[in-house]
């Protein structure tokens, strides 16, 4: 069975000091691996998709990576508008159509 | 290019009443996804539809149910409905069911009293 776990559950920052969210993996054949943003009461923001390991994507503050068991998502310099949570998806090879497995989310604060 | 769209998005139901959800998905895409979010479980995986045809179902009972029109728009059916149904009811389409990455619609909260 797919799983995904992300850590830590929360994390608080204060504004412009950088860090790290992990989300590790197991799954039959990683198809992706996605990264979405969600805001209280809102759905998920689509941030990354990386498909082998070794690949690696930006986007402004943030920066996303992958190995074979795992992704990390760099925060650099966070802005208080950076808080919510942080979703990490798998979707697996095979007859896996259109289902992806998320972890319970990071959820991040960013104080001014 | 206008994102997914989900109708309505709240809504209040009793107990052993039926609701049915609506999907827009992404102009020109043809896969569609459910998902129910909870804050004990998370996002789960209900089903997913790809040009009508349902192509993979997550372990929810059979009072979830849904379909797919040919424009690809999206209907989502929950029978006797139960207080843990209560959730945030979420939506996602894709180019194909392959690959590409999913968009998320804004959701429907739905609570059962």
């Known amino acids: 069975e797919d799983q995904v776990t992300q850590s830590p559950e929360a994390l608080r920052l204060q504004e412009g000091e950088s860090s790290s969210l992990n989300c590790s993996y197991t799954?039959?054949?990683?198809?992706?691996l996605f990264w979405y943003r969600q805001d209280p009461g809102k759905g998920p923001e689509f941030l990354f998709t990386?498909?082998?390991a070794g690949e690696e994507k930006e986007k402004e503050r943030l920066k996303a990576t992958l190995t074979k068991k795992e992704s990390f998502l760099h925060i650099t310099a966070p802005k208080p508008e950076d808080s919510a949570t942080y979703l990490c998806?798998?979707?697996?090879?095979?007859?896996?159509?259109?289902?992806?497995?998320f972890g319970q989310g990071t959820i991040l604060t960013v104080h001014p | 290019k206008a994102g997914v769209t989900q109708t309505p998005r709240y809504l209040i139901k009793t107990r052993g009443q039926q609701v049915t959800l609506s999907c827009s998905p992404i102009s020109g895409h043809r896969s569609v996804s459910w998902y129910q979010q909870t804050p004990g479980q998370g996002l789960q995986f209900l089903f997913e539809y790809f040009s009508e045809t349902q192509r993979n179902k997550g372990n929810f009972p059979g009072r979830f149910s849904g379909r797919q029109f040919s424009n690809s728009r999206s209907e989502m059916n929950v029978s006797t409905l139960e207080l843990g149904d209560s959730a945030l009811y979420l939506c996602?389409?894709?180019?194909?069911?392959?690959?590409?990455?999913?968009?998320f619609g804004p959701g429907t909260r739905l609570t059962v009293l």
């Open positions: 799954v039959s054949g990683l198809r992706g």
């Open positions: 990386l498909y082998s």
């Open positions: 996602a389409s894709s180019a194909s069911s392959g690959r590409d990455t999913q968009y």
């Open positions: 998806a798998v979707q697996a090879g095979g007859t896996s159509y259109g289902k992806l497995t």
